[in-house]
């Protein structure tokens, strides 16, 4: 299996284990997404990702446009702009995208309802309000973390 069947099997697979409302309304594999809904994520969600390399994309727009939500690929995850806000004052976000071999894991923020804490191989942690759908990110970004271990194809965190 591939890099980016394994990246969508994960994603998949995770989504279909959470209930309805913790999903975004469309989790589609690249080649179930219509061509311009494709295209407008690319352009609006990634800024510079070829189309080829999408695993899966996380819609989460009503109308099924692509402009928003999340993009996985098999290296690296993006998020669309209103998403992983790291301090609201300034409105400042995390960058995307990040990269699996650099994230250990995703876990809720104990301090934070509603933020995610993004622990990197390094040992820092990032946290970020997710006001979308964030069970349903740290679900897909896990399951892509343990997928790609089991395979072989994302390196351990170093021994700190």
Do not use: W
């Not at 994603?11 to 409302?21: D, I, K, N, Q, R």
């Not at 820092?124 to 970004?141: D, I, K, M, Q, S």
């Amino acid at each position: 299996m591939d890099t980016i069947q394994l990246v969508e099997t994960a994603v998949l697979s995770a989504t279909a284990a959470l209930p309805g409302p913790e999903r975004p309304p469309r989790v589609l594999a690249a080649r179930d997404c219509r061509p311009q809904q494709l295209a407008d994520a690319l352009i609006l969600i990634t800024r510079g990702c070829a189309p080829g390399e999408v695993a899966v994309l996380a819609d989460r727009t009503p109308q099924g446009s692509g402009k928003e939500g999340f993009l996985f690929t098999a290296d690296r995850f993006y998020a669309d702009e209103e998403e992983l806000c790291v301090d609201a004052f300034s409105k400042r976000r995390m960058v995307t995208p990040i990269y699996y071999n650099d994230l250990a894991a995703v876990q809720p923020a104990p301090q934070t309802p509603g933020a995610l804490c993004f622990v990197f191989c390094d040992g820092h942690c990032e946290t970020a309000a997710v006001p979308h759908y964030g069970n349903f990110l740290c679900a897909a970004l896990n399951a892509v973390l343990q997928a790609l271990q089991t395979a072989g194809t994302k390196r351990l965190p170093a021994e700190g």
